[in-house]
């Protein structure tokens, strides 16, 4: 997939990535001033892209930048993406960011035109909800050090980046990240769900993370069959004695974590839960 034929839209072209070029001056380069999103899709099929596409809105407007650009444009740049790199199983991202100014100075400058970027990557193949295919995940928990800020989907990423090679570093696969009172936010670069005495429950949505639209869709979907979910706090500690937790995002889909610092959760296994929510995912995520 990151062959040198692979294609790139920036600002109404489309050429090979790795030609793709933008301004050092670009404030996206010098602040991390932009928003981005990652659409996952199956066989051409775009999961959840129009909340997607409301969340970048959204942030766009959280942040006052503002875009000409159409949902309908941005569907057909997806389309296009997809199409070139053989409609597998593949992430669109999509990048904006105020754009580029020669004069580098912290307030908004006046007149500003948006840089726009996709490229489309591979993703792991859909999961099934058998617990053969199931991707398991060791984890470590750390305080969440980011801004707060963190429902915006911003290009900002360096506490996330540091908080991942934490993990990454003791040999883990994430970081789940809990505030000065102990309450999980989320992961890194995942939200988090745990089963604590039967109930599904999930971290509400405020501005210590992102509302993440794998969340929703589970959320919704196992609602719809009549499975509650609960958006409550969950301590560190109720984390540790869960009976399952899951990370979900739109590139990984829904996956059973097995370790805690170093302590098993469960049975150190996927749990029936998350067989459940899995296996509901795989057959309606395209429906919602
Ligand atoms: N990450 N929380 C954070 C901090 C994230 O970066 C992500 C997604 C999520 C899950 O959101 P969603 O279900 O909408 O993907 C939660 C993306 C995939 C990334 O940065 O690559």
């Given amino acids: 997939m990151s062959d040198i034929s692979q294609m790139a839209y920036l600002n109404g072209q489309y050429l090979p990535l790795s030609e793709a070029r933008i301004s050092p001056m670009d404030r996206g380069f010098l602040f991390g001033d932009g928003i981005y999103e990652v659409i996952p899709s199956y066989g051409g099929r775009l999961v959840g892209m129009r909340a997607h596409m409301q969340r970048m809105r959204n942030g766009l407007d959280a942040i006052g930048i503002r875009v000409t650009i159409e949902d309908q444009e941005m569907q057909e740049i997806a389309t296009r993406l997809l199409q070139a790199s053989g409609n597998g199983n593949l992430g669109v991202y999509f990048h904006i960011s105020r754009g580029a100014d020669l004069t580098r100075m912290h307030g908004f400058p006046e007149q500003i035109t948006p840089t726009i970027f996709a490229f489309a990557f591979a993703i792991p193949e859909a999961g099934t909800g058998h617990p053969d295919s199931a991707k398991c995940v060791n984890v470590v928990t750390c305080e969440d050090m980011r801004w707060r800020r963190c429902h915006i989907k911003s290009t900002s990423l360096l506490g996330n980046v540091l908080h991942f090679q934490h993990g990454r570093e003791q040999g883990q696969d994430e970081t789940i990240l809990y505030n000065q009172h102990g309450h999980i936010t989320e992961a890194s670069a995942c939200n988090v769900f745990a089963v604590l005495d039967n109930r599904i429950v999930t971290p509400a949505l405020d501005n210590?993370?992102?509302?993440?639209?794998?969340?929703?869709?589970?959320?919704?979907?196992?609602?719809?069959?009549?499975?509650?979910?609960?958006?409550?706090?969950?301590?560190?500690?109720?984390?540790?004695?869960?009976?399952?937790?899951?990370?979900?995002?739109?590139?990984?889909?829904?996956?059973?974590?097995?370790?805690?610092?170093?302590?098993?959760?469960?049975?150190?296994?996927?749990?029936?839960?998350?067989?459940?929510?899995?296996?509901l995912y795989a057959q309606h995520k395209f429906d919602y």
């Fill in 208 to 279: 210590q993370l992102l509302p993440g639209i794998t969340r929703q869709l589970v959320i919704s979907i196992l609602r719809d069959f009549d499975v509650p979910v609960v958006e409550d706090t969950v301590t560190r500690q109720q984390l540790r004695e869960a009976d399952e937790v899951w990370l979900t995002s739109s590139s990984k889909e829904i996956r059973p974590v097995v370790s805690i610092d170093g302590q098993p959760i469960g049975s150190g296994k996927p749990g029936r839960y998350w067989h459940k929510a899995m296996t």
